[in-house]
Nanobody
Framework: QVQLVESGGGLVQPGGSLRLSCAAS????????MGWYRQPPGKQRELVAT???????NYADSVKGRFTISGDNAKNTVYLQMNSLKPEDTAVYSC????????????WGQGTQVTVSS
């Protein structure tokens, strides 16, 4: 069984920063990609950023230049550094990992709340 444990969410003022972490554990192998998604209140889940095992990154236009995704392969962990946070970044942030042969498996974390408010 594969588990993702997220941490780092919380309440921050506009312009502030937060760093999210997501650690994968269990019977996981051949991680293809890890990423962060978010679901704002009353809206659908959307992609924030992804990181492939080869080091390629992809960002939503709304976070480019403010958020940075990075990873630690030895720890099966992915991070999301979020700077210059805006109220519209408020959402439940969830981690996802695609793993196994050809990335056939997909596992989600439980989500962590990020609230940007003064």
């Amino acid at each position: 069984q594969v588990q993702l444990v997220e941490s780092g969410g919380g309440l921050v003022q506009p312009g502030g920063s937060l760093r999210l972490s997501c650690a994968a554990s269990g019977s996981i192998f051949s991680i293809n990609a890890m990423g962060w998604y978010r679901q704002p209140p009353g809206k659908q889940r959307e992609l924030v950023a992804t990181l492939t095992s080869g080091g390629s990154t992809n960002y939503a236009d709304s976070v480019k230049g403010r958020f940075t995704i990075s990873g630690d392969n030895a720890k099966n962990t992915v991070y999301l550094q979020m700077n210059s946070l805006k109220p519209e970044d408020t959402a439940v942030y969830s981690c996802n990992v695609k793993w196994g042969t050809f990335g056939s498996y997909s596992t989600w974390g439980q989500g962590t709340q990020v609230t940007v408010s003064s």
